[in-house]
């Protein structure tokens, strides 16, 4: 067992491989039964037999009770040590056969993983677990190391995952040298890798996308932070007996437990990409756009080469940069009117790339934009039209009005919100085009006092990002209140020339009860700050509140009505974002909770909740209805309830999970069993036994 570690959290791991095995033979998960065939195929033999030693095949051959079929065999079926081709795997009837197509290596334990792959031909049920092994040499090695790998940020399970271990591990060993023993992760997220000799070993798990069994860049990775020393332990273990009338007895016998079997992986990836130009364009005749391949720290610097008056111009004297917040999506609004009716540019533009030392340089690349106007179709104008009068007079005063050309370009306004306005949120107006000037004057808020509009004092402060959202209107604002925003015409002129006409937005902003507001106790993490995310069914934050340390909750206001559920990250460097791992760094990414059941927020409703982060174990804190990864149901299994039936009178749904929590295992599902209560092995130690 590893040992040491930090002890900044405790996190139970529900689940645990069986390892109740006497022999180190084929590895069988077989659940209950039933009246229909739930049951999975029954491994019969195979040549050459498990176990074997002295041996050096190159086909193996397994046959089992009943008609089989294997399922993407060429992903999920994996030989240990690995090997450079992969094997070649079939089956036919009640037979299964594996062709080994690189050279074995002498006095080595190799394992075939079959994973999840193999299920029977008529009801799909699924033979998870299963592996044949084989020695070279005199001896065969035993050992193994299990545990389920999660995916950091969202812990959804990891299916179909590389998890491999270093006997003799480096700093440069994950990047450039195969794992000495691997497996794959099932569709729970379970893995173990069988056959280890003594020794200790480093531990990862790798979404290996070309194969080449160690770890790229740019692929998701985990990590365990100590070395993992696996071992055997003797226990008793109780097998149920059922005679032909169905009576049922109790058999204790003695088996072995391999250990560990609660090792957890949260797998995250750098984000790292490449930094390049990847795209420019010239989209309208009034802009252009750059895109770069990563976020970028500074902004490219980019000048006229020719095709327009003044050469060696730099960019912001001609033109208005709209960006967003990583820098790497540029679109600049061209404002000099000699550059707009250029056909052709040709730009220099410099800015950071990545070489092939992976390191940021400065580079210059000199690209050619071109817009050509289409063609309009020449369209027969009615006489009627040639002769309408292009002005309008008043009937009663004879003033005369005249009307602009029917193709004219008018600066348009929009509200960002609706005839309803939520408390809490921003005011925004946006223009079609970029702002030359802009009369404030002409700006007027009213709010219904009475049936009389009134006056109301605002401020606006406009969007240093984006040009095109014309201000955040701030005012003391009434709850419940109806209001008016007006913007004159003429009151505001395009970099392009157009005016804006009248502009009119009426709404109503909502009452505080028809919200809900909730209130999260969070015991035993007072020293910490954490940050608590309010999410939808498709797992998207729908509001965020931060629980600084030295305080135990966390609150969240003014939140409309709906059926949400919780996440939680523990915010280490205390910068208010979930934050991934380094590789180089070994930095862990920051860990991750769910509250396991749903919540009903309620119009009007002041909750107050308690979530101990630590009571559910990890891998079964996510609730059903938002994980992503679902596992297969067999046939006839229903999937566990949402949390939203039955509700009780207080709101919350009941326990997804049918009121399973860490003291239990999952009980054979899937060919797996748990022994629990387990202590969970994280990836930094800091585990606890048995809460």
Known sequence: MAGGGKTKGMRLLLWATLGVLAAACASIGRPEGGARDETPPVFVRSDPAPGSRNVMPTKITAYFDENIQLEDAFSKVIVSPPQKTPPQVSANGHRLTAELRDTLKPNTTYTIDFADAIKDLNEGNILDGFALDFS??????????????????????????????????????????????????????????????????????????????????????????????????????????????????????????YLPNDVLLTWFNENYKPSYLADYKRPERRKISLTFAAPQDTLPQVTIVDGAPGAGRDISEW?????????????????????????????????????????????????????????????????????????????????????????MEYLGFSAKSGTTQELGVPLLIESSLPLATLDSAAIKLVTMVDTIWTPVGFTMRPDSVNPLQLNRIDATWTPGGKYKLTIDSLAAVSIYGPWNRPFEHQFTLKQPEDYANLKINLPGLDSLQAVVELINNSDAVVKRAVKPAG?????????????????????????????????????????????????????????????????????????????????????????????????????????????????????????????????????DNSGLNAR
């Open 136 to 257: 070279t040499g005199p001896d065969i090695d035993t050992l193994r190391i299990s545990g389920v790998v999660l995916q950091a940020e969202n812990l959804e399970p990891a299916q179909g995952m590389l998890v491999g271990v270093y006997s003799n591990y480096t700093d440069t060993s994950i990047t450039k040298v195969p794992f000495d023993r691997v497996a794959r992760t099932n569709q729970l997220g379970q893995f173990t890798i069988r056959n280890l000799p003594e020794g200790q070993y480093r531990i990862f798990a790798v979404n290996d996308l070309n194969r080449d069994n160690h770890w790229d860049r740019s692929e998701d990775i985990a990590f365990y932070d100590d070395v993992i020393v696996p071992s055997v332990e003797s226990i008793e273990v109780t097998d149920t007996l059922y005679s032909s009338t169905g009576a049922d007895s109790l058999n204790v016998r003695q088996g072995i437990r």
């Open 319 to 407: 033109a208005l940069l709209q960006k967003n917040a990583t820098l790497d999506s540029l679109v600049y609004w061209i404002a000099d009117t000699a550059v707009v009716a250029s056909d052709s540019l040709r730009l220099d533009v410099r800015y950071q790339k990545t070489d092939t030392l992976d390191r940021l340089v400065w580079t210059s690349d000199t690209l050619r934009f071109f817009f050509r106007d289409q063609k309009e179709k020449k369209k027969k104008k009615k006489k009627d039209d040639e002769d309408k009068p292009r002005f309008t007079v008043d009937s009663i005063t004879g003033d005369t009005t005249f009307l602009p050309p029917p193709d």
């Open 551 to 683: 305080q135990s909750f966390a609150d969240m206001k003014l939140i409309t009505p709906g059926k949400y559920y919780l996440r939680l990250f523990i915010d280490d460097n205390r910068n208010g974002k979930w934050d991934t791992g380094n590789m180089a760094e070994l930095l862990q990414p920051e860990e991750v909770y769910y509250y396991s059941k749903g919540l009903n927020l309620k119009k009007n409703w002041d909750i107050e909740q308690d979530w101990d982060i630590y009571e559910v174990a990890v891998d079964a804190q996510k609730p059903y209805a938002i994980k992503k990864n679902k596992p297969k149901l067999k046939r006839g299994e229903k999937a566990p309830t949402d949390g939203f039936e039955n509700e009780d009178e207080d709101g919350f749904g009941n326990n997804p999970f049918g009121g399973r929590d860490a003291t239990g295992g999952f009980g054979g599902r899937g060919g797996m069993g748990g022994f629990g209560p387990n202590g969970l092995r994280r990836a």
